[in-house]
């Protein structure tokens, strides 16, 4: 056999873990590196996620004992009971581009799930719905905004050659600041101002694990029936709410307030991988892209990565309201232009909403795929 299968577990290895995407992608003019602080850290079993999860990471020796793909494999405990299900899952897949490779690591952490008695396997996923996911299968000509992944072209096939099929696309939509495309949406937000008792203000940075505790009260209500939902666990929330604190923007996340009440909100970031790109993943390089003059960057786009109303007051405007909020604030500080990402293909009612009232282009694509056991 050309390989052999390893498990992650000194420090070594898990360098070799995290340096090998660099090694695949350097000649990829639009793959922005990781911040490998944030990668470690969920690798590390001191990680909430691992509460409820058995993780493993795997990474493929050639006959000269150098790394040439790494895997992780996964059962959460806590999808499986929330849907009723009895599935896997791999993430972190990286390889070089060979069949045999990308079937052996593959079979590995299928192999890791049977033994736990799942049933299939789906993915990528590193390492849930709640962090990055997808294989990206369209949109290559262009940067991944934060938080989503960028892989080469013929990763999907090797996937496929293993034996897996498509279960669910992930869409990214794309947003300029040409106020002109966005007339309808304004009138209907206006609307919506008027007739309502709605109290429309900004996150409150200085109260941000509260905040935050209410958008993701709202957000587990909202997203609970969708396809792939995770809720979140409270110490999951503050890693989150821990590792975004430094890029969270006031203007960039608006909440819609009922006598008092949450019942809509939006949640926006600058697109940091700007700086993350010239740090080239290493942390204090890429705060000081973020954060200090003069290696400070210029970060001109922002990712719109939640949204959510409440069922009882759906149908009512409010994303209209939510949305033209994002617009007219990111605009107001230089950001006017963005991705929405990553919406459901079988989310038609948000799909109808980018695609007819706001002209939004949809120019990427992420790949969820499944393998049956």
Request: glycine share 6%; with cysteine; proline share 4%.
């Amino acid at each position: 056999m050309k390989y052999t299968i390893e498990k992650v577990d000194s420090r070594k290895s898990t360098k070799e873990f995290l340096m090998l995407p660099f090694r695949i992608n350097k000649d990829d003019p639009h793959w922005v590196p990781p911040l490998l602080m944030n990668v470690r850290q969920l690798m590390s079993k001191k990680h909430p996620f691992h509460e409820h999860a058995e993780v493993e990471f795997y990474v493929a020796r050639d006959n000269n004992n150098k790394v040439a793909g790494r895997i992780s494999a996964c059962v959460n405990r806590t999808h499986n009971e929330y849907h009723n299900e009895k599935t896997g899952f791999f993430g972190f897949l990286e390889c070089e581009n060979d069949t045999e490779l990308a079937a052996l690591l593959l079979k590995t952490a299928e192999d890791y799930v049977k033994q736990l008695g799942m049933e299939s396997i789906r993915g990528p996923f590193n390492l849930s719905t709640n962090e990055e996911c997808g294989l990206l299968v369209d949109g290559f000509d262009t940067d991944p905004r934060l938080m989503m992944l960028h892989n080469p072209k013929w990763l999907g096939g090797l996937v496929e050659a293993a034996g897996y099929s498509k279960l669910m696309d992930l869409l990214a939509y794309w947003l300029d600041g040409d106020s002109e495309r966005f007339k309808k949406l304004f009138r209907i937000a206006k609307m919506v101002e008027k007739r309502g008792n709605w109290t429309v203000r900004n996150i409150n940075t200085k109260d941000l694990k509260n905040d935050m505790a209410k958008i993701m009260e709202v957000y587990n209500e909202c997203w609970g029936e969708n396809w792939g939902f995770v809720p979140m666990s409270p110490r999951e929330l503050t890693a989150m709410v821990e590792e975004l604190k430094m890029l969270i923007t006031s203007d960039l996340t608006p909440m819609v307030e009922l006598d008092g009440e949450l019942v809509a909100f939006g949640v926006g970031l600058p697109d940091a991988n700007i700086a993350f790109k010239k740090g080239n993943g290493r942390a204090i390089p890429s705060i000081l892209a973020l954060k200090v003059p003069p290696f400070k960057v210029d970060i001109d786009r922002v990712r719109v990565l939640l949204m959510g109303v409440k069922k009882e007051h759906r149908n009512k405007g409010l994303e209209a309201l939510v949305i033209d909020r994002l617009i007219k604030n990111s605009t107001k500080i230089g950001m006017g232009k963005g991705e929405l990402s990553w919406i459901l293909e079988n989310n038609r009612e948000m799909r109808a909403i980018l695609e007819k009232q706001m002209d939004a282009d949809l120019y990427k694509r992420y790949r969820i795929y499944q393998k049956e056991f």
